[in-house]
């Protein structure tokens, strides 16, 4: 019989004969299913806003995604709420354009209530104040309809259960990927590619440098695996926690059972948040340390101890926890929550100083007010306190986070941008992806309309595109976008 490959018309070369682990060489020609003005890798909030921005502003935009669905994290990962995306007093808000679109779309559906509603400090808000004003609750069923219509309305080529395996690198940039699927292997080609895979896995097999984890360890935050819980009594929860005004929900019946020897998670309360649903809330508490979220073995062990972890608390919540008691498991996520993986060097690298000083930048792209919020890489508690770091109500983020060093014809949006580790403590929640998302998806859109480069995309013209599509950059922007000032762009 042939072997396979002759049969297919391909080669498969190895050099060895038998089962071993020297590397094996492997060579195949593989169609091109796609080729593109812009190509967006990852569809979660960053590359959602991406693609939908890239294909408004003219660029014939494709959308790779691993799973069947869009969201990243605020679907498969179950995270929520969307974190705040106002001033962190709650008086200004900060993050529009794409993100509001699919918030206003989604709560139309009856899946999501307007950030502008809810209080800090709420049930929909963890009980948290601090940080927590104007947070958005959502349902992720009505997150991945509304996030594809819209990429569909856009013209956006959707290619989803398709997952990225390598960068295709010519002339010192990047000029596609290499994506398995169904299909098997094929390669997309595009003159600009914007990776939002929150790991940077494309600038990462281009050669762009990156940092991981803390400078002095190179530890990253914790993983969590995110749950649901249905049948809840809402009433007597918010009254219990109310009632007890604790630090945090349940922290005086977590201590009771880690002294008794009955709470075996990394964790000194609860994080509990009601979803737009009677009867159901969100579970942020599971905590598995010390994994790399871009090694396999580590994201494989945690999804199996992320599991345990949550039976464990479904024990707690129906032994322990008033309005908890007829509590049932509704679904666990889809993956295992990585908050933290490598960040990108890019031609600028937001640090805390910046976040504390509110910083004002020349090349602004996106205004937050989110504090730095850092699990302990090693223990129970972490940074979302006023106390931990210092931060300002409203803060930038520049353009040159989303261009990498090392790489042309790449841009980076989302939790992989160019940022210390503190920093991205702040700008990893998921409304400054969505706004770093759609300045990327954006600026790839003008580079390909004006044939330069990312990051000779003329500033002031993107972000005059920025504010016409709903994005707010602040007075400054503003006042210079009114008073008429050209920008350079065509
Ligand atoms: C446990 C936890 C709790 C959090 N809590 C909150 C919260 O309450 N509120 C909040 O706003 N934020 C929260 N965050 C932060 C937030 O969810 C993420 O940082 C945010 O989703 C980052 O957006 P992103 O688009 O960069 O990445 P992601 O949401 O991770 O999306 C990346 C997308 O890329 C896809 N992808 C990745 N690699 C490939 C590949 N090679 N090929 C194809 N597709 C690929 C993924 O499937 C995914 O859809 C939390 C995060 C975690 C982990």
């Known amino acids: 019989m042939e072997p396979a490959g002759r049969r297919k018309g391909y080669r498969i070369v190895t050099d060895v004969e038998r089962i071993s682990s020297a590397p094996i060489k492997f060579q195949k020609d593989v169609p091109v299913a796609a080729e593109a003005d812009v190509l967006v890798v990852g569809g979660g909030p960053a590359g959602i806003a991406a693609a939908v921005a890239s294909a408004r502003n003219g660029a014939r935009t494709v959308l790779v995604e691993r799973f069947g669905f869009l969201g ?60 927590h004003h104007r947070v958005t609750p959502f349902d992720p069923e009505a997150v991945k309809l509304v996030a594809a219509e819209m990429c569909l309305e856009a013209g956006v080529d959707l290619r989803l259960h398709t997952f990225v395996c390598d960068t295709l690198v010519e002339d010192g940039g990047v000029a596609g990927v290499l994506v398995a699927s169904k299909s098997g292997l094929e390669a997309i080609r595009a003159k600009i590619t914007v990776d939002c895979s929150a790991d940077a896995d494309i600038a990462a097999r281009a050669g762009v440098p990156f940092h991981q984890g803390r400078d002095e360890d190179g530890l990253t935050q914790p993983m969590t695996l995110f749950f649901r819980v249905g049948n809840v009594d809402d009433a007597t929860v918010i009254e219990y926690i109310n009632r007890m005004n604790e630090y945090r929900p349940f922290t005086s019946l977590v201590k009771a059972a880690r002294e008794r020897g009955d709470f075996p998670i990394p964790r000194e309360a609860i994080g509990i948040y009601r979803t737009p649903h009677p009867g159901i809330w969100r579970v942020n508490t599971t905590r598995l340390h010390q994994l790399d979220g871009t090694d396999v073995r580590d994201l494989t062990k945690a999804e199996i101890e992320g599991r345990r972890q949550v039976m464990f608390l479904m024990r707690f919540f129906r032994e322990q926890c008033p309005g908890f008691e007829n509590a049932m498991l509704l679904d666990t996520a889809a993956m295992i929550g990585v908050r933290e993986t490598r960040r990108i060097v890019g031609e600028y690298t937001l640090t805390a100083d910046d976040l504390a000083s509110g910083r004002e930048f020349d090349d602004v792209i996106a205004l937050c007010g989110y504090p730095i919020d850092i699990h302990s890489p090693t223990g129970s508690g972490g940074t979302m306190n006023k106390e931990a770091f210092e931060c300002a109500n409203v ?57 330069v480069e990312p990051r000779n995309v003329p500033v002031p013209w993107l972000q005059e595109t920025l504010v016409k599509n709903g994005a707010y950059l602040g007075d400054t ?14």
């Open 72 to 131: 990243g994290n605020a679907t498969a990962g179950l995270v929520g709420p969307f974190m705040t995306s106002y001033s962190q007093d709650g008086k200004i808000q900060l993050i529009k354009g794409v993100f509001e679109e699919l918030v206003e779309r989604a709560e139309a559906l009856g899946g999501a209530i307007h950030p502008r509603s809810v209080e800090g400090g709420s049930e929909y808000a963890g009980f948290i104040t601090y940080g």
């Open 395 to 451: 803060y930038q983020l520049p353009y040159g986070i989303l261009v990498p060093q090392g790489a042309d014809r790449l841009l980076v949006a989302g939790r992989c941008v160019s940022s210390s580790h503190e920093a991205l403590g702040a700008i990893r929640v998921m409304p400054p992806a969505f706004a770093m998302g759609q300045a990327a998806g954006t600026a790839a859109a003008l580079a390909v309309a004006e044939g």
């Open 477 to 490: 922007v503003n006042r210079r976008i009114k008073s008429g000032e050209r920008s350079t762009g065509s």
